[in-house]
């Protein structure tokens, strides 16, 4: 391991090097799927969470347990169910042998939390996260107990059932850094998946890095520096998606209910300066913030029936937003 290095564009260098070898290491386990590896990767290295949207049997699990791996984090997999407890994630106190009050940690206490299907469990147990994930710590009886670093929520929902769920709130869906959409492998790779997996021996991934080098390269990127005119287009991009806001675009006028807020504004500028980092860039640029528009502002804008009767998606929305500002 090493994080000593003269200057910040030497780290800079190593850090491209160690995502490139990270990379190759998933893919050894992961078939394709090589922009979303990419996209957890950033929501990872830039602090936040990702909801990852995509129907069953999209090794949504195997692609988490195989990042983590490779980085030797803890991992723990929560399966969101209807009768799921907020004490069943957090943790809860027990009575110990000499009768005294003690914490018993839960499945949070990690440093990378797979919430499988959270939509399946009530809004109550899904705003247990919240604390957990804004403030990265839980709190009990008035105390507070700090979860892991590094800390990373990773959500799962499939988009096809719909019985027996309940909507994310718009609170705990803006605490999610990105919204990644999971689509089927191409005929290629689906035959190279079946060709590596029905013989039942699978790849260990190596460990690339660890997690002083995560949390290194982590402070690293919050010094990497930004314009001002970038600061001035994701907050024009994002205002401009507020039906009500006197920088309102049009089709966020006419198509949508409403809009995303200064979360999105941050999240633009923290996204797109890995973004930069990630393809070799000293510090991010318009291109960059465009890059990482749709999962980030896909799931903080709602749209109206309007849209809904013309057809128009989230994803025309956003588009027109990126060509027009």
Avoid: C
Avoid at 182 to 191: G, I, N, S
Avoid at 214 to 238: G, H, M, S
């Amino acid at each position: 391991m090493n994080i000593n290095f003269t200057n910040d564009v030497e780290a800079i260098e190593a850090f491209v090097e160690k995502y490139a070898e990270l990379k190759k290491e998933i893919s050894k386990v992961i078939v394709g799927q090589d922009e979303v590896v990419k996209n957890i990767l950033m929501a990872m290295f830039s602090r936040s969470h990702a909801l990852l949207i995509g129907v069953p049997g999209l090794a949504k699990t195997l692609m988490i347990t195989t990042i983590a791996k490779s980085i030797n984090l803890s991992y723990n997999r929560i399966q969101f169910t209807p009768d799921l407890m907020p004490s069943d994630i957090m943790g809860t106190e027990i009575l110990d042998e000499n009768r005294k009050f003690k914490f018993v940690k839960g499945p949070i206490f990690a440093n990378i939390v797979l919430a499988d299907e959270i939509n399946r469990t009530p809004p109550k147990t899904q705003s247990a996260l919240l604390e957990a994930m804004q403030e990265r710590s839980v709190s009990m009886n008035a105390v507070t107990y700090d979860l892991p670093d590094p800390f990373f929520v990773l959500a799962t929902q499939n988009p096809i059932e719909q019985e027996g769920t309940y909507p994310l709130p718009e609170a705990q869906q803006d605490r999610f850094m990105f919204n990644i959409y999971l689509d089927y492998p191409t005929l290629d790779e689906e035959v190279d998946i079946v060709k590596s997996t029905i013989h039942g021996d699978m790849v260990e991934p190596q460990q690339v890095l660890s997690i002083e080098e995560i949390i290194f390269y982590q402070k690293l990127l919050q010094k990497i520096p930004i314009t001002d005119n970038l600061y001035q287009y994701a907050v024009n991009l994002a205002s401009s998606t507020r039906p009500n806001g006197i920088n309102a675009h049009p089709w966020a006028k006419e198509y949508l209910m409403w809009g995303a807020g200064p979360r999105a504004s941050q999240f633009l500028i923290i996204g797109a300066r890995t973004h930069a980092v990630l393809n070799g860039k000293y510090s991010p640029d318009i291109e960059d913030v465009r890059a990482v528009a749709h999962n980030i502002l896909r799931h903080r804008i709602i749209k109206n029936y309007k849209a809904e009767a013309e057809g128009i998606t989230i994803e025309n929305i956003i588009d027109k937003l990126i060509d027009s500002i």
